[in-house]
């Protein structure tokens, strides 16, 4: 059974960095892209970031590009989101979740709050 388990949310002021984690278990880790979506409360759920298998490949939501980075350690079956330069309205849930190339998430995590205050 796969489970990834986020942490490293908080309370921050606007401006300010947080690097979430999620460490994967009980599957091939090194096989899986891995995404970070987020979800604000009365909002859908929505992409922030992934990474590929391989770790070549990244990509970004527009309102995230430039201040959030995504990477992975292999070896500790770790992905993290680093996030600089904290807005208001990144305050969301937010989950990690895997998947195979080309197939949908099916792996989640529990989520992680993150609040930014102004």
């Known amino acids: 059974q796969v489970q990834l388990v986020e942490s490293g949310g908080g309370l921050v002021q606007s401006g300010d960095s947080l690097r979430l984690s999620c460490v994967v278990s009980?599957?091939?880790?090194?096989?899986?892209?891995m995404g970070w979506f987020r979800q604000a409360p009365g909002k859908e759920r929505e992409f922030v970031a992934n990474?590929?298998?391989?770790?070549?490949?990244?990509n970004y939501a527009d309102s995230v590009k430039g201040r959030f980075t995504i990477s992975r350690d292999n070896a500790k079956s770790t992905v993290y989101l680093q996030m600089d330069s904290l807005k208001p309205e990144d305050t969301a849930v937010y989950y990690c979740?895997?998947?195979?190339?080309?197939?949908?998430?099916?792996?989640w995590g529990q989520g992680t709050q993150v609040t930014v205050s102004s």
């Open positions: 009980g599957g091939n880790f090194g096989t899986y892209d």
């Open positions: 990474i590929w298998w391989s770790g070549v490949t990244t």
């Open positions: 979740a895997a998947r195979v190339t080309y197939q949908s998430y099916k792996y």
